[in-house]
């Protein structure tokens, strides 16, 4: 990005910029990958260039369904221009198939499909290192009303029922995913961040057999290598289907 641009804020995977328009804001899309809380980093070359475009054809598909999101369209195929957004500091991750952390902490087997989704509420404070909430513990820290976490939920819910069923039509399955909210200048509650295989886990159900292929961010996290093949294979399903 040139420098007619200031940058406000620089995240893991991200910079956010501004914009003419005070209510908008530029995001770049960076190649960077961290895992573990960026105790693991590396860079893989057009990595933001297909975030970008992924998040752009999901937040298009979730509008059309009703989701509110911050994304209004894309810059370039590494920039997109979104909604300014007030970001409630939390990570709603909802579950469909147990793995990762939920395997960590608790006895389910990694793999077990979940009979209704699980949805876990992280902190979003790196020097913390993102700890799990409890409602309680969400109402203590005064981050949201009640009414707006329900809301919060109610739409990761229905988010979750348009995204799990339009991946299955093209043969992947929505394992879990981690959702950002915010406030836009309206008050209303809008969708953030992005919707790409660096937050969601998806396995390729085109096997012959039960071996998990991931092709998301647990090839960088679990040293399987080709990440670029698997973020680029899930592109070009989507471009192909949408
Ligand atoms: P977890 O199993 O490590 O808790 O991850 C659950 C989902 O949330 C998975 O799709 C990856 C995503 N995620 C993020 O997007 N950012 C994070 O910082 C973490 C820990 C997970
Ligand atoms: N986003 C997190 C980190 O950087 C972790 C993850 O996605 O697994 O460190």
Not at 187 to 198: K, R, Y
């Amino acid at each position: 990005m040139n420098n007619e641009y200031e940058l406000i804020y620089e995240g893991k995977a991200k910079k956010v910029f501004s914009h003419n328009d005070s209510e908008k804001v530029i995001i770049e899309f960076k190649d960077d990958a961290t895992a573990f809380n960026a105790l693991k980093k590396a860079k893989f070359e057009g990595k933001g260039k297909l975030n970008c475009l992924i998040s752009a054809r999901i937040f298009e598909l979730l509008k059309k369904n009703d989701i509110p999101t911050h994304f209004i369209k894309l810059k370039s195929e590494n920039t997109m221009i979104a909604q300014k957004i007030n970001v409630i500091p939390l990570e709603i991750v909802l579950r469909n198939t147990a793995y990762g952390s939920l395997c960590k902490q608790t006895t389910i087997k990694a793999g077990t499909v979940l009979l209704k989704p699980l949805i876990d509420i992280y902190l979003k404070n790196d020097e913390l290192n993102d700890p799990l909430l409890t409602r309680d513990r969400i109402q203590l820290m005064n981050i949201l009303s009640s009414q707006d976490l329900d809301l919060i939920i109610d739409l990761t819910i229905k988010i979750n029922e348009i995204l799990k069923s339009f991946f299955y039509n093209i043969q992947l399955q929505l394992v879990d995913f981690k959702l950002e909210f915010g406030y836009d200048f309206n008050n209303n509650i809008i969708l953030g961040d992005e919707i790409s295989p660096d937050n969601c886990r998806l396995w390729d159900l085109n096997q012959k057999n039960d071996t998990i292929v991931s092709l998301d961010k647990d090839r960088f996290r679990n040293d399987l290598g080709g990440l670029i093949e698997a973020y680029s294979e899930i592109y070009q399903r989507i471009k192909d289907f949408i």
